[in-house]
């Protein structure tokens, strides 16, 4: 008999010990509810200074995120679940290096508003510390303890839907730091580490005068705050809807090319040889990749894509990287990238969002450029140049020497729009500049350019009109000095 109560007494232990450390934690979280004035709170409402950074888009694979100068406000409705983080930007860094839509010649405003049905990332409301108390409170939280910059640190972890919540309480019951993990179709399980300091009283309510927020191992902000009002009268209006299905829109060129606009935005090109295509550009998701390569099939049938020529490291243009090994292509890229690229991007882990390289592994085959590249089957001949300029150290353009067309990202854009990064009259950025640059110093007779930012092929007459003024970087105010 004894035999047979043995296993229901473990569980009965187990359970009972799970109890236990469910109640812990939750005698915690009430002292963290109490002493952080969470228990009556609705919305708040806090502001500051500081600086911003723009993720993935360091000018080095192995470089810090570009800083901005920022002004920020946030606004959080918490029975709501919702969230308004206004930002504006203005130029930190001289020269400027890397992207974020620099270089920026006059503020840059944006307002980004998450709710409960937001891609999981940085901006959850349950990533700030009355946030956490609230969604740790209504999960089944556990407890235990680490060390954490030379203090023991009690830590209280949860479960939001497949994303586990990190939250470390001091002695205070001050919540000082919590970590998360996120998709990244690049990073793969990218973790999100918040930290907060310098609690300060603001109408009854602890709240932190700094908050530092890293992902992917950068800073994405760095702010001191100022102002903080609990239970304002906020508004916030749930974003419409979701993301929109990929889908794109194939312009052709010339015989055998092809420009392939469509959403989400970047771009991308298609060249036909003899024997095989070349898809030139990946997108900001893996899903826009696919549809790329959908498209280049249907266009050129019976014909493998065996190359994909990437121009660069950064989030929104190598997103389709893992999709292109997948598909047996040879990436095509500087070899700049070769470490970040072998080591990060096909290494890491995809758990939380699986994507086509996880379920169909298969070994990556690159070539590494380091000035030049050329392909050509004969009759037609794809040069591919390395381009130094201030945006991606690592950037790649390619040409059509017969056809006299340019492919380019970034240093060059056709957005149709104003924007806080057009130079002022009489001025010339410097990426534009970096571009006329390597053309002249190339010789090549470029008649149009193919941008990866735009809607369609421009004439090459508007970089040249573009060049035509005094080669300037924004002024950078004194904040920007600030380390």
């Not at 290494?347 to 380091?370: E, M, Q, S, Y």
């Not at 002249?440 to 007459?461: T, Y």
Request: with cysteine; aromatic share 8%; net charge positive.
């Amino acid at each position: 008999m004894r035999a047979c109560r043995l296993p229901v007494l473990v569980v009965a232990l187990a359970l009972s010990g799970a109890s236990a450390a469910l109640q812990d934690a939750t005698a915690v979280l009430n002292d963290v509810a109490r002493t952080l004035g969470a228990t009556d709170l609705k919305t708040i409402q806090y502001a500051g200074t500081g600086f911003t950074y723009s993720f993935a888009q360091n000018y080095r694979p192995d470089a810090p995120y570009p800083k901005f100068n920022a002004t920020y406000a946030r606004a959080i409705d918490f029975d709501r679940g919702l969230s308004r983080e206004e930002t504006a930007r203005t130029q930190a860094e001289n020269p400027p290096r890397g992207g974020g839509n620099q270089p920026i010649y006059r503020e840059a405003r944006a307002a980004v508003v998450v709710s409960p049905a937001s891609p999981w990332g940085g901006g959850a409301v349950a990533l700030t510390p009355h946030g956490f108390v609230r969604a740790a409170m209504g999960a089944s939280p556990t407890i235990g303890s680490r060390r954490v910059g030379g203090s023991t640190l009690t830590m209280i972890s949860f479960m939001a839907g497949q994303y586990r919540v990190n939250g470390y309480v001091n002695a205070q019951h001050l919540v000082e730091r919590i970590e998360t993990w996120t998709a990244n179709p690049i990073l793969g399980d990218t973790p999100i580490v918040t930290t907060f300091s310098g609690y300060r009283n603001f109408g009854g309510v602890q709240f932190p005068t700094r908050i530092v927020q890293e992902q992917g191992g950068y800073a994405t902000l760095d702010v001191a705050v100022s102002e903080v009002t609990p239970n304002a009268a906020v508004a916030i209006q749930a974003p419409a809807g979701g993301a929109q299905p990929a889908r794109v829109e194939a312009q052709p060129v010339t015989d055998g090319v092809w420009y392939l606009a469509g959403t989400p935005d970047p771009n991308s090109q298609l060249v036909e040889f003899r024997d095989y295509a070349v898809l030139i550009e990946s997108s900001v998701t893996e899903a826009r990749a696919l549809v790329n390569m959908a498209e280049a099939k249907r266009l050129v049938p019976n014909k493998p894509i065996r190359y994909h020529v990437n121009t660069h490291h950064h989030g929104d243009h190598a997103a389709g990287l893992r999709a292109y090994v997948a598909e047996g292509a040879t990436i095509i890229t500087h070899e700049m990238n070769r470490r970040f690229y072998e080591h990060d991007v096909l290494r890491n882990p995809h758990t939380l969002a699986p994507d086509l390289l996880t379920g169909r592994p298969k070994p990556a085959r690159f070539i590494w450029v380091k000035d030049t590249y050329v392909l050509s089957d004969g009759a037609r001949t794809l040069e591919i140049y390395h381009v130094d300029n201030g945006h991606a150290a690592n950037l790649l353009m390619s040409y059509l020497p017969k056809e006299k067309i340019l492919f380019v990202t970034d240093i060059f854009n056709d957005f149709g729009e104003p924007r806080p990064n057009d130079p002022p009259p009489g001025l010339v950025s410097p990426y534009y500049a970096a571009l006329g640059s390597r053309i002249r110093q190339l010789k090549l007779d470029v008649e149009r350019i193919a941008p990866s930012h735009g809607r369609r092929m421009v004439s090459a007459d508007m970089l040249w009109r573009a060049l035509q003024g005094t080669v300037q970087a924004p002024v950078v105010s004194a904040a920007g000095s600030r380390q």
